[in-house]
């Protein structure tokens, strides 16, 4: 009998035996085949998430961020522990004992599933098993994936610890909100470093896991609500708070930035504009889209906030201007349905979504407001951020309106999205009443850098970025018109002409594929034989075009292209009238060689970019062509009130003493020629005027000895700007109203005389030289190659002969004949009337 019992049971140990090591090897056989081809879990220990990349301003500033991924990395040992406690009491209690699984996780969540019937599958993956999950495999809920899951899991635990597990996991993890990362979704719901959070404030964090778009603080708050407190539950049976404070946080109210109880983070950055958005272009292009959103980039901007907010002013001022002149409304074209007004909040909640520009600052902030009601004397507004009981009330008269054409009913209707702003007074910025305003048709852009780095300070590529991102100073192709003439002297300066050479002023005919070419002086007028200087001062077409045809297109092009304001310039002579199309961001660019004596200077917004470990990628100052050596810096040595030495590694693009001639001939345009009696600095300031063909565009390029500044303005789809509009009175006031401020922060002195100058005075009506002692208005002192002897009484006419007679126009405006004295000494008359036999076609002799 005993040997029958003993038989029995090791009959029935055999066979458990057996079927146990059936089992074993069944499911060794499984994970054996699931365990080939998985990914590597190695990489994780070299893992870089996707960052944010942030920009900064001069003073260490953030300015802007882009991501795809909103997410801060932050190493495990700077992330409090109450953060870490909540993820594990909400997520993985045994995190700490278990080795990558948690088998009675595991059992609970399957005898669970069967009690009821597949009706409640929840999860049972560890912390280690979801960073495999997010970082290697997918996310389906398959027994394929959770035994590749449990694999990766455990020979990730042999690799990594568990605080960088924990760390992979607390960084990597989606938490609603486009946030990613804890220290992301503190910001984010918080507006608050993790150190600054409360345990209920971790424990809300905690919650988000399990579904972000199920717990939405608002639309979900009592769903959130609970998980929040079981989570808190769970974080003092851990042991990780005590009763006391779980009781004071489990009575804390659910706050949260959605909930209106924090400013949210984005608010302390100032709007998006055209210059950071500028920098997200150009980083994109240098090191890749991935990387520039995704490599936590930090970039230091050349961006000078106090100039910038001047430059969006001043140019916004020039174009609300002309816009208010034509006298048309045109609004924003925006309206909300009928039914959203009756009643606030649906009127609310409709403007909240119409998209208007909401970053335009001028005097005031404008706001979104939406025609409630419309009257014969006044019109009833809803705007955005002021209660119905303001005690400023919600109403514009009709008189606000009186530079429009019609009235009231004429122009609005209920429903009609406009802006508004706040009309105060000049004294104390008291409330008058609100007033109405629109976003111009006419845009243009405006932009100042340093002439010595390139560094770019002010950028405004329109009058509102929310309005329109088209940067209208780096992508606009426009003509540049007569603020490309400086680049024709230039040529013709650095070909050997001079300053008091004469060129003749005169109608001139040119045949063309498209028929004769007639060009004309702006003022339609004739001025007969006239020095360089004056040419330029006035603006001279005639002239500019004979110069053009006797150095030779080619000599302009190659200038022209020299200096970067084309690629590949047109060989034709319309372009030496700024024809052809290029940007401002080039046109300002040359225009600072001329100011720094002929350098090569390139223009950057960006001074340098630090990787996401601190390693400095790029930096401007370092790169070929930018670099420049300080030659004493660290002399301890160096005599009270002396500066350090910088010496310049830079090309040089043209003869510094042809730069110097072409900066004193502009500066004649600001004292005395086309633009001025509107740009007047206290400090030496040289410019150009431009006006294309109809006025389609206008501009104006000035400098002083340090910084360069210029705008145009025109149609998006060029079409005249009509009578009036000119360089001078549209640009200029632009330029000075910058310039002001840019003086008095960055100052300006006289513009650098080279060595080799040597100074002649002339007469600046007819080149003729002059005697040391000659004063007077006519009288100029010239700047001259040193020893060369210079050449007066040279007269050119680029070959063309007169196509009749004309009034030659004195400088004084009349067409009385003048006595003028040649090099020679002889004395010879011109004018009233020239004609064929007056002036000889024959080109430069």
């Not at 350098?599 to 930018?626: F, I, S």
């Not at 400088?811 to 006595?819: I, K, L, N, Q």
């Amino acid at each position: 009998m005993t040997r029958f019992i003993l038989s029995f049971f090791g009959a029935i140990f055999s066979v458990a035996t057996l079927g146990v090591m059936m089992v074993a090897l069944s499911i060794g056989a499984v994970f054996w085949i699931y365990g080939r081809d998985l990914p590597s879990h190695e990489s994780l220990a070299q893992y870089t998430p996707p960052t944010i990349s942030r920009i900064y301003s001069q003073e260490g500033r953030i300015i802007d961020e882009f991501a795809q991924e909103r997410r801060l990395f932050t190493p495990a040992d700077q992330i409090p522990d109450l953060v870490k406690q909540a993820f594990i009491s909400a997520e993985d209690k045994n995190f700490y004992q278990h080795q990558g699984y948690d088998l009675r996780g595991i059992a609970a969540a399957g005898f669970e599933a069967v009690r009821s019937r597949g009706q409640n599958v929840r999860g049972a993956s560890t912390i280690t098993q979801q960073v495999m999950k997010n970082f290697l495999l997918s996310g389906d809920r398959r027994a394929e994936r959770k035994i590749k899951e449990i694999i990766l899991a455990s020979r990730l635990e042999e690799t990594l610890s568990k605080d960088k597990i924990l760390e992979l996991y607390l960084n990597e993890i989606f938490l609603g909100q486009n946030s990613y990362g804890v220290t992301a979704a503190a910001q984010v719901y918080f507006n608050k470093t993790l150190t600054e959070l409360a345990p209920h404030e971790a424990a809300f964090l905690a919650s988000m896991p399990k579904a972000p778009s199920d717990f939405h603080p608002v639309r979900n708050a009592d769903r959130l609500l609970a998980r929040r407190n079981y989570v808190l539950r769970e974080m003092e049976e851990n042991g990780y708070i005590d009763e006391a404070t779980f009781k004071q946080e489990l009575s804390q109210p659910l706050r949260s930035v959605q909930g209106g109880d924090f400013e949210p983070y984005q608010n302390s950055l100032p709007p998006r504009d055209y210059f950071t958005d500028e920098i997200r272009r150009q980083l994109t292009q240098d090191f890749g889209e991935g990387e520039f959103f995704s490599g936590g980039l930090s970039v230091r901007a050349t961006l000078d906030p106090e100039m910038q907010e001047e430059a969006a002013e001043s140019l916004r001022i020039a174009l609300e201007q002309y816009d208010r002149g034509l006298g048309r409304w045109h609004g924003t074209g925006k309206s909300i349905p009928q039914e959203a007004l009756v009643s606030e909040e649906a009127w609310r909640e409709a403007l909240s979504d119409v998209r208007v520009a909401r970053d335009v600052m001028l005097e005031s902030q404008w706001r979104p407001a939406v025609v409630l009601e419309v009257g014969d004397q006044q019109m009833r507004l809803g705007i955005e951020g002021v209660p119905v009981d303001d005690p400023r009330g919600n109403t514009v008269p009709r008189d606000d309106i009186s530079w429009v054409r019609g009235s009231f009913r004429d122009n609005f209707e209920p429903g009609d999205v406009v802006h508004v702003r706040e009309m105060i007074t000049d004294s104390d910025g008291s409330f008058i009443r609100w007033t109405l305003r629109q976003v111009p048709k006419v845009q243009g852009g405006f932009m100042a850098m340093d002439v010595n780095t390139g560094r770019v300070l002010a950028m405004q590529g329109g009058f509102s970025y929310q309005n329109s991102v088209f940067n209208r100073a780096t992508q606009a192709q426009r003509q540049p018109g007569s603020s490309f003439k400086p680049f024709v002297y230039a040529s013709a300066l650095d070909s050997g002409y001079a300053p008091s050479t004469i060129v003749i002023d005169a109608p001139i005919e040119i045949d063309t594929p498209q028929g004769v070419w007639r060009p004309k002086n702006s003022s339609n007028t004739y001025y007969g034989p006239t020095p360089l200087r004056t040419g330029i001062e006035q603006s001279r077409n005639l002239m500019t075009i004979r110069l053009a045809q006797e150095i030779g297109m080619d000599t302009v092009g190659r200038y022209a292209e020299r200096f970067g304001v084309y690629d590949n310039m047109g060989r034709v002579l319309a372009n030496a009238l700024g024809a052809d199309e290029t940007t401002l961001f080039k046109m300002i660019s040359a225009y600072a060689m001329f100011a720094n004596g002929g350098e090569r200077v390139e223009p950057t917004l960006v001074d340098r970019v630090q990787d996401r470990y601190g390693r400095t990628v790029y930096n401007h100052e370092a790169e070929r062509g930018n670099e420049r050596v300080c030659i004493n810096c660290d002399d301890p040595n160096l005599p009270p009130g002396q500066g350090p030495t910088i010496r310049n590694n830079r090309d040089r693009i043209m003869d510094g003493v042809t730069a110097y001639q072409l900066t004193s001939m502009m500066q004649g345009v600001v004292k005395r020629g086309t633009a001025s009696g509107v740009v007047d600095l206290p400090v030496p300031t040289a410019g150009k005027t431009g006006t294309t063909n109809d006025a389609k565009d206008v501009w104006f390029i000035g400098f002083t000895s340090n910084i360069v500044a210029g705008c145009y303005i025109g149609y998006d789809n060029p079409r005249p700007l009509g009578r009036g509009a000119y360089g001078a009175s549209m640009c200029g006031p632009v330029f000075q109203r910058f310039m002001t401020k840019a003086v008095q922060k960055f100052g300006g002195g006289p513009f650098k005389v080279p060595e080799a100058c040597q100074f002649i005075k002339i007469d600046r009506f007819t080149g003729a030289r002059l005697s040391d002692s000659a004063s007077g208005p006519n009288v100029v002192s010239e700047c001259f190659r040193l020893g060369e002897e210079p050449m007066f009484g040279v007269q050119l006419d680029g070959g063309w002969a007169m196509s009749g007679n004309f009034d030659v126009i004195q400088p004084d405006g009349s067409t009385r004949s003048r006595e003028v004295t040649t090099s020679t000494g002889r004395k010879a008359t011109v004018g009233p009337k020239a004609s064929f036999g007056t002036l000889s076609s024959g080109g430069l002799y």
